[in-house]
């Protein structure tokens, strides 16, 4: 019996795709040397600042004009942009409190638990969970980071020989792919609303032929290069999924990581319709009353409702949808959904704990932001970017430049305005369409996140696991899909020029 099931193992190995061998070489490297997320973040402080002072930016600068965004020492600048993503820090924070009350409602959980049960075996379970993940992200990444977890931890359960630290990096496939080309892509939505884009960025898109200083989603994430573009990243992304899944022999499964799985609704989960420790549902004395009453959990929900129906009058949605739209949309489904205030209150204190590394993180990604931002770094490279480049070369350059960029500052939306300028104005120059430079940005920054734990973080909160756990298949799926993006606008890229 012994032998049977070593030589069972034995078949699986050697049943595993070269892709998938590669996946664990990778994995066994991450788990072995890379640093949890905030080590990452600790040693690209520094890489960064020395990278500053190696290309010849002072190490203690301050500009005489104090209001002055330029011209800074690394110290200086890493100073003022260690709290310049405070308030972004608090919208992230809340994303993703509020993407989890969403996610763990009985609707949503129920539709999560249906899904779960389509995969049958673990190659499938890995492709199905990356596929969900990233059609997720397409609609919004914020709620995809949430619900793709979720839904991992669920298939993990159905599947429980389907290599847990796969399904785990496949949930989190949606924001290194699709998510920037999707309807919260956050470059596309801030060139198209003139609240969102700064004017030095206005002026350059004015430049290019844009009167209106603007560029529509008709013109970026709409257009069918774009489509395309994002198709084909998808179906790569899908492809690759289902190729690196390790069989049985091979695979860490959650219960060997240590990872208990409890049901997401019914028998065993950690809801089962109770509050509390164990207190029955009913009202146990009337200042109870307001807490599982409804009544004012639906009077907030028509509160919020009047005010976005006023909010988007005459107004494009998309156009006008920003973070804090998000969050608030966010905030009064989930009240809707949990229905009663204290089942919402319970959901609120069990997603807090997933935005805990945002919250110890994102001012250090702040200063790393201030360093490149406030100093000559990010124009350095552009000029360098754009003495490399023609009009064929400039796309795929952008892209890679991009992706770089976005390895130390991950931020799709604060990155676009420290590129935008520089890179809307070569576009201006060599000829190429600003509104598909918005999509080769965009695909290049996507690309950022297989590299860099900074968003993962939500995601390894519900899997619990580390990110050296699953950085080593990120790392594949980059190999791939990165490639694929740039081969996808270099080609399109003639169709588009103007």
């Not at 492809?239 to 997401?264: D, V």
């Not at 932001?369 to 796309?395: D, E, H, K």
Request: net charge positive; aromatic share 12%.
């Amino acid at each position: 019996m012994a032998d049977s099931h070593a030589k069972h193992a034995r078949s699986e190995v050697e049943a595993d795709s070269g892709l998938a061998r590669l996946a664990l070489r990778f994995t066994a490297f991450t788990e072995k040397w890379l640093p949890d997320a905030f080590g990452f973040v600790l040693v690209g402080t520094f890489v960064v600042l020395l990278f500053g002072l190696v290309t010849g930016e002072p190490l203690l600068k301050r500009p005489d004009d104090p209001a002055a965004t330029k011209g800074f020492g690394m110290v200086d600048a890493w100073g003022i942009g260690f709290w310049s993503l405070i308030t972004f820090t608090l919208q992230m924070a809340m994303i993703i409190i509020g993407g989890y009350a969403v996610a763990t409602s009985g609707p949503v959980a129920r539709l999560i638990t249906r899904l779960a049960r389509i995969p049958k075996e673990p190659r499938s379970a890995v492709a199905f969970v990356a596929a969900i993940a990233m059609l997720a992200s397409y609609l919004n990444w914020a709620f995809s980071l949430i619900f793709a977890a979720i839904l991992a931890r669920e298939v993990a359960r159905n599947v429980p020989k389907a290599d847990y630290r796969a399904l785990g990096a496949m949930a989190f496939l949606g924001l290194g792919t699709v998510w920037a080309q999707g309807l919260s892509g956050s470059a596309a939505l801030q060139v198209a609303s003139a609240s969102s884009s700064p004017p030095p960025v206005q002026d350059v898109i004015k430049a290019g032929g844009h009167a209106s200083g603007l560029i529509p989603l008709s013109d970026t994430i709409f257009t069918w290069q774009a489509i395309v573009a994002t198709l084909i990243v998808y179906v790569v992304g899908v492809a690759m999924a289902w190729f690196i899944a390790p069989g049985e022999g091979n695979s860490r499964t959650a219960e060997q990581l240590g990872i208990e799985l409890k049901p997401l609704i019914g028998r065993g989960s950690p809801y089962n319709g109770k509050q509390g420790n164990g207190l029955r549902q009913e009202t146990q004395r009337p200042g109870d009353w307001l807490e599982h009453s409804p009544l004012f959990s639906l009077l907030i929900v028509l509160l919020g409702a009047v005010y976005l129906v006023r909010y988007f009058s005459g107004k494009s949605f998309f156009n006008a949808l920003d973070l804090n739209t998000v969050n608030l949309i966010l905030f009064l489904v989930a009240l809707l959904l949990h229905w009663r205030p204290w089942r919402m209150a319970r959901a609120v204190r069990d997603g807090a704990p997933a935005s805990a590394g945002v919250l110890l993180q994102f001012p250090l990604y702040g200063g790393i932001f201030g360093m490149i931002a406030y100093t000559g770094i990010a124009g350095r490279l552009a000029g360098w970017l754009v003495q490399a480049s023609n009009q064929f070369l400039f796309p795929p350059l952008v892209a890679i430049y991009s992706c770089v960029l976005g390895i130390f500052v991950p931020s799709g939306g604060s990155k676009w305005v420290i590129e935008a300028p520089y890179v809307l104005q070569a576009a201006n120059e060599l000829k190429v369409d600003a509104g598909w430079m918005v999509v080769v940005y965009d695909l290049g920054e996507a690309s950022a996140n297989l590299l860099q734990p900074f968003w993962i973080l939500p995601t390894l909160a519900i899997l619990g696991l580390k990110a050296r756990d699953i950085m080593g298949y990120t790392f594949t799926m980059f190999l791939a899909c990165f490639p694929a993006a740039l081969i996808a606008v270099t080609l399109l890229a003639p169709h588009v020029t103007s």
